[in-house]
């Protein structure tokens, strides 16, 4: 998995007013903990660029003050008008201590389902997965070059090494629906197949 690095500014306080003026200066408030002690810091907006707005899961450096840590982004926070970041919790990683992380999903091969008018429909882009860091995945991949119409992949069919699943197991991850199209093709067929018969 890949690493991001990040630098903050130790918070001399802690507060709603102290959290506006960091805003006001395009600054995000941020907590780090899971360690030995919280860590509070500001970090410049601009550099979540790479962390937040991509689709691709890291673990991340962070650097406050001159000591570094090794985390995971666990939460952020945006505003409900404006969408801007607000805040994010980091959650340190400790050796041989498992995480939880939210993975993206990713589809190999060509549905024959697909090929015959039907549509692929990817309900999950993440699944929630616990483990250790060293064990999870950049992406989790799923084959979908046996899926017809009307099949899907559900949570229970992925297995992944040293690794927990925690969607509920009966939940499809990825399905193959009919279309109109697929439908009123098939409805011809079977009736052109029963005049067939009933020469």
């Known amino acids: 998995m ?4 990040i630098s903050g500014s130790p918070r001399a306080n802690v507060g709603k007013k102290d959290a506006t003026a960091l805003r006001n200066a395009k600054q995000v408030p941020c907590v780090l903990y899971g ?3 919280q860590v509070h810091f500001a970090v410049l907006a601009a550099d979540f660029k790479d962390l937040i707005y991509t689709p691709h899961v890291h673990t991340v450096e962070i650097d406050v003050a001159g000591k570094k840590f090794n985390a995971i982004m666990q939460e952020a926070q945006f505003h409900k008008v404006n969408d801007s970041l607000l805040h994010v ?3 340190e990683i400790t050796a041989g201590k498992p995480v939880t992380m939210n993975i993206p999903v990713k589809t190999t091969g ?3 389902g697909v090929r015959a008018g039907g549509k692929l429909v990817k309900k999950l882009k993440t699944l929630k997965v616990r483990g250790l860091v060293e064990k999870m995945p950049d992406t989790i991949d799923l084959a979908i070059d046996s899926l017809e119409i009307g099949q899907g992949v559900r949570v229970a069919d992925i297995k992944l090494d040293g690794l927990t699943m925690l969607n509920a197991a009966n939940i499809t991850v990825v399905g193959v629906q009919t279309t109109r199209a697929a ?3 098939a409805t011809a067929a079977a009736a052109t197949g029963a005049k067939r018969c009933s020469c």
């Not at 890949?2 to 690095?5: Q, R």
């Open 35 to 37: 360690g030995k002690e």
């Open 89 to 91: 919790d980091f959650l």
């Open 2 to 5: 890949k690493s991001v690095s």
């Open 183 to 185: 439908a009123a093709e």
């Open 110 to 112: 060509t549905s024959p």
